[in-house]
């Protein structure tokens, strides 16, 4: 066998070793457990796959529609901006009779940390030519604190494999400049949106970074003696505008009446705005940029490349740009309005130098600091590890230097990562990062969650972390074997999370009975009832009924994507029926006026909802709810599971036994 190719296979025996350790005890649970809990994405997730083959192999028809979901509304749901993970879900494809949708799910899991190991693992190899170097920046980016800790919810984002491929080919194709490099560049930034949509922007912005660099050349100015008064002048106001925020910090800020009107001045968003946006002006009067453009040919040569990436991208997109175009002629593509102030934060500036949160030695001081919302973990975690830090510092200390274009990526994904405003140590400084203001860009605003581009930057960390190990080894050849055991002995036990929780994949028995009905026109209610997204809910519906479904296979009258639009809750809505569970799930009380009405109306709902089954889970739904459904809808207990009870409505007629 020839040698490299044999290194390669041992790379990847040697990732795969690491996600089974890393993971465990997920092996030996490996078809009852999960990384996540049924109950948040992670059911969704698994979902994706189950209704991705159900679509495409059962109802042979374009997976990103379904009728499984929403089915009270009788327009089947778009997918087109779901979170779907299309990649996984054509791996999972085959795997699924073999293995069942539990034990598929964990082992394209474990296959794609595998996949985005190897991927990093082949660009530090290019950038540097070292092979145990290259490997261990591979583990130290798949196994990052940010994407393990994602691998508990976030499951789209573990398969980050693209974002590392897309930047080895974006170096081969500007060295090489070969339409076949661009064509591999335009597949892998097609297989990035299909793993997940985000991942698609950063590969966009990475190609822009990229080929600015290239073809610009920024030089320093010197300042003529004629234009002192500039940067005095951009003194004095940063003074002013200085000593206006810091009064404003001592006093809490004024209110005056002016005309005898009230005005306050409390807010430091403003003030420190313009502060921000002085010390920019004068930071680039000192240092005075001269952009200059590389030749013609050159510029024309990285347009025909950009297009014929963007072109096979498009073609291999095709199938959800056709959904996401029926979405925009059905009038349901909405905009998400993006308010200054309160869009979601960044990463916490200290978060970058905290320890390993999910190390099994991290105190829970260490979690709990990070979780300042129940959500607010996943989000939060962006270690950048003391192993790779100190690895960078060493070098540079010992004479290497950072190159510019991968401290520039640095740079600019660090800042995004920090959001529209920068915190530090949970305070709020009132500075706005980069992404205060790119989030308005169209495309670039899709990222909404600017928290997820410190994947991104730890993987720039890693190629980082494999030059700077290899220079220190180049350094002191003598000793490098000892500089790189140590380095990998501390960086795996600095990067261990195991054991990992794991959560029951079990589901309640009452499912089976409604699996071994027949008849799959039948639907599901569950209550309590809603119509959930990735930002706003109404109702309080549960994304465990997705992974319920996989069991029992019928539709869901309710529903959870990772975007839906405000015409298909209005929709929704729209039934006096489906409203007043709505407004019963989130805990109100019905107006007595509208009870009689609502009771008589409970049967015909029924009959045109085709409601077979209703799953009441008892510990989330208000009594209220429950007590109106059953008389309402004349149910009959059939099935009971710990929290859930199986219901049937009277007026649909004796259930179907299993077998009948």
Same mark, same amino acid.
């Given at each position: ?10 790379a990847?025996?040697g990732?795969?070793?690491?996600a ?9 649970n ?5 990384t996540g ?24 028809q374009?997976?990103?529609f ?6 009270l509304?009788?327009?089947?749901a ?16 085959p ?13 394209v899991y ?11 693992f082949?660009l ?25 800790t ?18 080895l ?5 500007v ?6 490099d ?20 950063y590969?966009?912005?990475? *190609? /822009?970074?990229? &080929? %600015? ?7 320093r ?6 234009? $002192? @008064? =500039?940067?005095w002048?951009l ?12 009064s404003?910090?001592i ?30 002006a ?10 200059s ?7 024309l040569?990285?347009l ?6 963007g072109l ?11 959904? *996401? /175009?029926?979405? &925009? %002629?059905?009038?349901r ?5 993006i308010?200054?102030?309160s869009?979601? $934060? @960044? =990463? ?9 949160p ?5 105190p ?8 300042p ?16 830090l ?7 200390r ?7 274009f991968w ?8 800042a ?13 400084t ?11 860009v ?5 990222a909404?969650?600017?928290s997820?581009?410190?994947?991104v930057?730890?993987?720039v960390?890693a ?9 220190l080894?180049?350094?002191?050849p003598h000793?490098?074997?000892a ?13 261990l ?40 809910s ?9 992974y ?8 869901l009258?309710?529903?959870?994507l990772?975007?839906?639009s405000?015409?298909r ?5 729209r039934?006096?029926m489906?409203n007043?569970l709505?407004?019963?799930?989130e805990g109100?009380?019905l ?23 209703v ?34 409505s009277a ?10």
């Open positions: 066998m020839n040698p490299a190719i044999r290194r390669h296979l041992y990847l025996l990732y795969a070793l690491v089974v350790a890393f993971s465990w005890p997920l092996l030996p490996i078809s009852t457990h999960l809990s049924p109950a948040g994405d992670t059911g969704v997730y698994v979902w994706n796959q189950w209704v991705f083959q159900h679509e495409l192999l059962n109802n042979h374009s997976p990103y379904t009728d499984k979901i929403f089915s509304s009788g327009a089947r778009n997918l087109s901006l779901h979170n779907y993970t299309a990649f996984q879900d054509l791996v999972a494809l795997l699924i009779p073999l293995l069942g949708v539990v034990a598929t799910f964990n082992v474990l296959l794609m940390t595998v996949l985005t190991g190897y991927a990093a082949l530090v190899r290019h950038v540097t030519g070292a092979w145990t170097e290259a490997w261990l920046a591979g583990a130290l980016f798949a196994w990052s604190p940010a994407l393990v994602r691998g508990g919810a976030h499951f789209s984002l573990v398969a980050a494999a693209p974002l590392a491929l897309f930047m080919l974006l170096l081969r194709t060295d090489r400049q070969r339409l076949r661009a064509v591999a560049l335009g597949l892998t930034c097609a297989w990035a949106a299909s793993t997940d949509a985000y991942y698609a922007v590969c966009v912005i990475l *190609a /822009a970074l990229f &080929v %600015a660099a290239r073809v610009m050349t920024i030089r100015t010197a300042v003529q003696p004629r234009h $002192r @008064g =500039v940067p002048t003194d004095v106001l940063l003074f002013c505008v200085g000593g206006l925020v810091l404003m910090l006093s809490g800020g004024w209110q005056i009446t002016v005309l005898g009107r009230v005005a306050s001045i409390r807010s430091l968003y403003t003030p420190v705005l313009l502060l921000t946006l002085l010390a920019c004068r930071l680039a009067w000192t240092y005075r940029p001269n952009i453009l590389c030749d013609g040919r050159s510029l040569r990285a025909w490349l950009s297009t014929a990436a096979v991208a498009v073609a291999v997109l095709s199938p959800v740009l056709y959904a *996401a /175009a029926v979405r &925009v %002629a059905q009038g593509w909405d905009r998400d309005q308010f200054w102030r869009s979601p $934060r @960044g =990463v916490d500036l200290a978060a970058f130098v905290l320890p390993n999910n190390h099994p030695l991290a829970d001081s260490l979690r709990a600091w990070l979780t919302r129940p959500d607010a973990y996943y989000e939060n975690v962006a270690s950048l590890t003391f192993v790779a100190f690895a960078i510092a060493a070098a540079w010992a004479g290497w230097r950072i190159p510019r401290g520039g990526l640095a740079l600019v994904f660090g995004l990562s920090l959001g529209p405003f920068v915190h530090v140590i949970g305070t709020n009132y500075v706005p990062g980069p992404w205060a203001f790119l989030r308005y169209p495309i670039f605003g899709l909404r969650t600017p997820r581009f410190s994947i930057l730890m993987l960390v190629v980082l972390f494999g030059a700077a190990l290899y220079w080894g180049q350094r002191w000793r490098r074997r500089i790189v055991a140590t380095a990998a002995a501390l960086l795996l036990f600095e990067l999370p195991a054991p990992r929780p794991v959560y029951s994949a079990a589901v309640p028995q009452i499912y089976n009975h409604i699996a071994a009905v027949r008849d799959d026109s039948v639907r599901v209610l569950e209550l309590p009832f809603g119509v959930r997204d990735g930002t706003r109404v109702g309080n519906f549960s994304a465990r009924s997705h319920f479904q996989t069991v029992h296979r019928k539709p009258i309710g529903g959870y990772s975007r839906v405000r015409r809750m209005a929709d929704i809505r039934d006096p489906a007043a709505i407004w019963l799930s109100h009380e107006d007595h006026s509208r009870r009689p009405w609502l009771l008589a109306d409970g049967l015909p709902f029924v009959a045109r909802a085709k409601v077979g089954f799953v009441i889970d008892r510990e989330r739904t208000p009594p209220a709810l429950r007590e109106f459904a059953i008389a309402a809808f004349a149910l009959r207990l059939v099935d009971g599971d710990g929290n859930f009870e199986l219901y049937e007026a649909r007629g004796a259930i179907v036994a299993p077998g009948d």
